[in-house]
């Protein structure tokens, strides 16, 4: 037979086994061409009298990554999708009933159709601690070649609708314990048990029949246990799913399918699959996904190297600063810790330790792994001449201008001409910071979000002479800490922070207008948010909002004046959660309105003679986005940022906006920018100035434009 295709290479032994390598870098993904070679690999081995088994593994650290899902993104038909998957499906059925055994060699990653074409073979051997899943639900799909009857013949219907409705893969030790994998072995013996395994089969033990999935049944309910089972898994699903399509459409083709004839019940999944291939909600998911493989490349540093970074400081062992240093130690770093006295810094290294508590209680880590690491690649000092060694000095002290220039100066004095100055400022402008240096181009913001170490955001703002080599490698190091890197450019409340106050900020005028709070939080909460603006307001801290949105008042102008209420709301003292009293109070075992904003709120409604104001929750919803869709334009049109798909990322990483609606300027594209528009134009008469269209806006409603241009 042939032994060498463009993707897949073919080796056979004297045993007459086959062993197909599949090799479609980067990820083996299942693209057209790899189907092609594999297909016509797998026909030659068949039809060839002199194989008498087969052996499938792959390359580097995949061994099927999953199909290639930026063709999804085109298919506007069903006829488009439902075809090619449906002959992807019976191709691995073929697979199953072939003559010949076919044994996975489960080298790396076994993800989506790449577990689905493991799970069509006869005998799966992994290496140790690979990944293998169902990961499509996290995209809006559903497994769409088989995993939703394959799945739950393998390792019973509870572990295979857990791993299917959440897209969470496991190792491959639970693997082995749940039977999904038949062996593990170290990888340097991965091809020789496989090749043991086959010569098994040629000896009639095992017995192929036996060893197709579509016979195993022994795990599979009966149907009086599979009822109320499932209806148990989708009320639970309904409360931490809400907004998605593709987790009910794969417990429907388990609810449907697991019967005795898999041919249909595997067509109806592709059915379904195809179904969910052409939402919105698959759409936005794919985008989201592509988008944040894609975040922090940039035309400006494409072609740069960037620094290798080994050796970080830390200034300040805060909240921040102590998440910041498990980011540091979690990723292979040494850090050196920097505070301005020995009780600083023993509370800062406290809060190192507790910041590894729910890694340890997973059994992640174990806390003699975590006191090996501080003993060995973590540093304190009050000295910060001891910092002349690090490449990286990222600082988080007092939100002070005077007390960060100062420290950047002497730190100028003592650091290498190539080290990177990062500020985790929330809100000093980073030009001015600069400004002292005589090298103002190695400064560059790198904004985390609390708490550090388990958000996945990083917020990289670039100064008015940040040198392209400073972000290349600021870039660079955000991706080595496992963050989504997110590049704008310096301005008050950078990108984020001035977005989330434009998201949440359009609350007050309604309940000036005499809408009910509740009804604002409720509104948002369906919507998708993790929260609403009061209760957001109270963990942030009802102060620090108020003096954000003072310094937007006053470098941003009459736009942003402070309302009237806002003004009286912080004049009450009750800043939140840290006063014990916010929007709410949480002195007891419930959280309930706080009875002091409430009768402000009704002392101003009294003096401005406002009447309680009904409103729905998508009449909530659409002047609350109208607000944060304008505030999009208005820092588009200053020069904060222009590419809308990083600005989605940032607000779904970094404040929660829900995924599967695409993001504030995909929703605004849905909507129709036309639309915005006129909403904006009917608040502005309403509510004044803050709700003023952006130039950008009116120009685009008037040449039908969107944000994303296909």
């Not at 038909?77 to 992807?88: M, S, T, V």
């Not at 402008?429 to 708490?451: C, Q, W, Y």
């Amino acid at each position: 037979m042939k032994t060498d295709y463009q993707t897949v290479k073919v080796t056979l032994t004297e045993d007459g086994v086959a062993l197909l390598t599949l090799d479609s870098p980067p990820v083996n993904q299942m693209s057209p061409q790899l189907m092609q070679d594999f297909g016509a690999a797998i026909r030659e081995a068949m039809q060839d009298g002199a194989v008498k088994a087969i052996v499938l593994t792959g390359t580097g650290k995949n061994f099927i990554a999953g199909a290639d899902i930026t063709r999804l993104q085109l298919v506007k038909k069903k006829e488009d999708i439902f075809g090619p998957a449906l002959e992807a499906a019976r191709f691995l059925n073929g697979i199953e009933m072939a003559p010949k055994p076919v044994i996975a060699a489960i080298n790396g990653n076994c993800l989506g159709g790449g577990l689905e074409t493991a799970m069509a073979c006869h005998y799966r051997v992994a290496a140790p601690g690979i990944n293998l899943g169902q990961p499509e639900v996290q995209i809006g799909l559903i497994p769409g070649a088989g995993g939703t009857q394959r799945l739950p013949r393998l390792i019973g219907l509870p572990n295979a609708i857990e791993m299917i409705t959440t897209g969470a893969p496991i190792k491959s030790e639970k693997a082995l314990q749940r039977g999904l994998v038949d062996e593990v072995v170290p990888l340097e013996k991965l091809i020789e048990a496989a090749l043991a395994a086959a010569k098994r089969f040629l000896t009639g033990r095992p017995r192929l029949e036996l060893r197709r999935t579509r016979n195993k049944i022994d795990r599979l309910p009966s149907a009086a246990e599979k009822k109320p089972f499932l209806n148990y898994v989708k009320m639970m699903t309904l409360n931490k799913a809400k907004g998605y399509i593709a987790p009910f459409k794969a417990i429907e083709a388990v609810e449907k399918g697991l019967g005795f004839d898999i041919e249909a019940d595997i067509e109806r999944e592709v059915e379904l699959f195809s179904e969910c291939a052409l939402t919105d909600v698959c759409k936005n998911l794919i985008g989201i996904f592509l988008n944040t493989r894609a975040a922090g490349r940039l035309p400006r540093i494409k072609l740069l190297t960037p620094a290798k970074i080994k050796k970080v400081a830390m200034l300040g062992g805060g909240v921040m600063g102590s998440g910041i240093v498990n980011l540091l130690l979690a990723n292979g770093f040494e850090a050196v810790l920097w505070d301005i006295n020995q009780e600083a810094l023993q509370k800062g290294v406290a809060a190192i330790r507790k910041t590894f508590d729910f890694p340890i209680k997973k059994k992640k880590l174990t806390s003699a792994d975590l006191e090996k690491m501080i003993q060995t690649r973590l540093t304190t000092t009050t000295a910060l001449e001891d910092l002349q060694e690090v490449d990286l000095v990222i600082e988080a002290v007092l939100e002070n201008m005077k007390v960060k220039q100062d420290i950047w100066l002497k730190l100028e004095g003592i650091c290498r001409p190539e080290v990177i100055f990062g500020t985790n400022t929330s809100a000093l402008p980073i030009t001015e910071m600069a400004s002292v240096l005589k090298d103002p181009g190695r400064m560059i913001g790198l904004h985390f979000f609390n708490p550090a170490h388990r958000m996945q955001l990083l917020e990289i703002i670039c100064a008015q002479q940040t040198a392209d080599q400073t972000l290349a490698s600021s870039v660079a190091f955000g991706r080595n800490i496992k963050k989504i890197p997110i590049v704008v450019n310096d301005g008050p409340g950078f990108y984020v922070s001035r977005q989330l106050g434009g998201l949440m900020g359009g609350s007050v005028f309604l309940v000036a207008d005499g809408v009910e709070g509740r009804i604002i939080e409720e509104a948002l909460v369906d919507f998708g948010m993790p929260m609403g603006p009061a209760t957001l307001a109270d963990l942030t801290g009802i102060d620090i909002n108020y003096h954000v949105n003072k310094t937007f008042e006053q470098r941003l102008g009459e736009r942003y004046k402070i309302h009237p209420l806002t003004e009286r709301i912080y004049q009450t003292g009750c800043y939140g959660r840290k006063t014990g009293a916010g929007y709410f109070l949480y002195q007891g075992k419930n959280v309930v309105p706080n009875p002091k904003i409430a009768e402000v709120v009704e002392q101003y409604l009294k003096e401005n003679q406002v009447t309680p104001k009904k409103m729905s929750y998508q009449e909530v919803v659409d002047a609350m986005l109208a607000l944060a869709i304008n505030e999009a334009a208005l820092m588009i049109e200053e020069g904060i940022c222009d590419r809308p798909w990083d600005m989605d990322l940032a607000m779904i990483y970094g404040t929660g906006f829900p995924p599967y609606r695409g993001g504030i300027l995909r929703y605004a594209d849905k909507w129709g920018v036309k639309n915005v528009y006129e909403k904006l134009l009917a608040l502005e008469q309403q509510y004044g100035l803050r709700f003023q269209p952006a130039k950008l806006l009116q120009e685009m409603a008037a040449g039908n434009k969107t944000f994303y241009q296909d």
